[in-house]
């Protein structure tokens, strides 16, 4: 299924409703340039698994966000653990244990999941910049 969007909202909302195809456990790969909107998908699938989409930020430099469901924090019913490996090789990523997270509860989401050793069993997620600064193509691969 191939979507264009034409604004950052229109991306946020295909995330929105892309969330609901990773309940429970499932995990999202994305692949893309720098700007590609990424992180602005991963907002909308936070949002639509009821968490605040604000909190959600890329974590190139922590390489990987946890976002709870603890009742004390508000946060809603699903966890969402958001991975960035833009900085890591292949083999640097087998080395931080990524597969524990990966196989762990909640929703996972891997920007940059082209560096993955082994990419687990997991929808795809291919965007590409439009014609203009805010349109996005954006691949779903199940």
């Given at each position: ?10 991306t ?11 309940l ?19 907002q ?5 698994l009821g ?18 469901r ?6 809603g ?21 990524i597969?524990e ?15 993955l050793?082994r ?16 349109e ?5 691969l199940?």
């Open positions: 299924m191939i979507v264009r969007t034409k604004s950052a909202e229109e946020r909302q295909l995330g929105v409703e892309l969330a609901a195809r990773l429970p456990d499932g995990t999202a790969l994305l692949f893309g340039d720098l700007g590609s909107g990424k992180t602005v998908l991963t909308g699938i936070a949002e639509g968490l605040d989409s604000a909190l959600v930020q890329s974590p190139t430099f922590t390489l990987i966000h946890e976002y709870d603890s009742p004390a924090s508000g946060r019913p699903v966890p969402l653990v958001h991975v960035d490996l833009y900085r890591l090789e292949p083999e640097e990523v087998e080395a931080i244990g597969d997270f990966l196989s762990g509860d909640g929703v996972k989401v891997v920007e940059w999941a082209d560096r050793p990419p687990p069993s997991a929808v795809e997620v291919r965007l590409r910049m439009g014609a203009g600064p805010e996005r193509e954006v691949e779903i199940d």
